[in-house]
């Protein structure tokens, strides 16, 4: 009993949560954390839609459950080992996707439009565009947009157009870094490309190094012009912060610009683990594990 809830608990995947931490993204640039009531919503959104996310881990797992076979690292999951059987990773499943939707539903009608456009949307990657070069990391950066679409739409806030802009660029770039480490994992473990991911053989290593440096171009680029526009009410209130603290003389609009230092480090930080110890296959285990990518990341929150 304990080794079926713990490879419940395994393919559920609770690490990649992190990547949820996205929906918090409007609120925090909005200037609105503090405002009563709008974090507890978003709290709600966070936890629907991390039991959403898992639910998907298990289809994942299931429609991928020959090719992880032959993985050097995923046959070591518990439905690609055998230690949890088909059926009943298909009723967990099941009975999460329920769970989110419909608490997805009762806390607002668009974030519930967004849990289901993201779970359509995985379901096509899973056995299909994950498949096709190109489409699989285009549907890696559309899962993050509609993350944060939804820590939008709990909230009722506005966007700005370049900070989506950063976020799929973002994306873009980690899909392709985590392209970049499977393929050099999986060809040092001679394991066939085809075999594994058809994907992978459309993926020239030149064209990964392009698509790597093109995309990790975007992502400071388009941070630094999202830094330079953004306005946003100064938080006031219980919780002090630094805008509050400050004389309004000192109070700008653009001292988040003081971050894109950090963000082009962040980005050469794992470039570095990229190319020199392929650990871009999973970027969440990355941001966990490394305590360089862990600092920048702090510092970054923090300012």
């Not at 050097?72 to 298909?90: M, Q, T, Y």
């Not at 570095?272 to 920048?296: A, I």
């Amino acid at each position: 009993m304990v080794k079926v809830l713990f490879g419940i608990l395994k393919t559920a995947r609770p690490r990649q949560w992190v990547k949820n931490f996205a929906l918090y993204a409007p609120l925090l640039f909005s200037g609105f954390l503090f405002k009563p009531g709008y974090f507890e919503r978003v709290t709600i959104g966070f936890g629907l839609f991390c039991l959403l996310a898992s639910s998907l881990y298990f289809v994942n797992d299931i429609a991928d459950i020959n090719n992880d076979r032959h993985h050097p690292f995923k046959k070591k999951r518990p439905i690609a080992s055998g230690n949890l059987s088909v059926h009943l990773a298909a009723f967990a499943a099941v009975l999460l996707l329920v769970f989110s939707l419909v608490g997805g539903y009762i806390l607002s009608f668009f974030f519930f439009a967004t849990l289901l456009a993201y779970a359509l949307l995985q379901v096509f990657y899973s056995l299909w565009l994950k498949r096709l070069a190109i489409f699989d990391v285009i549907s890696i950066a559309a899962s993050f947009v509609l993350r944060i679409y939804a820590g939008a739409f709990v909230v009722n806030l506005h966007m700005s157009v370049w900070f989506l802009l950063t976020v799929i660029s973002a994306a873009l770039f980690l899909a392709v870094g985590k392209r970049q480490s499977e393929r050099t994992l999986l060809t040092g473990a001679g394991v066939d490309l085809a075999s594994h991911r058809s994907a992978q053989t459309h993926y020239t290593q030149r064209l990964l190094d392009i698509y790597t440096g093109m995309f990790a171009n975007t992502t400071w680029l388009t941070y630094a012009l999202f830094t330079f526009q953004l306005q946003f009410e100064f938080p006031t209130g219980p919780v002090p912060t630094l805008y509050a603290l400050l004389p309004r003389t000192l109070v700008t609009y653009k001292w988040l610009m003081i971050t894109v230092p950090v963000v082009i480090f962040g980005v050469m930080r794992y470039l570095q683990l990229v190319y020199e110890q392929n650990r871009g296959e999973s970027p969440e285990v990355v941001l966990m594990s490394d305590k360089t990518m862990m600092v920048t990341a702090t510092l970054w929150v923090t300012m």
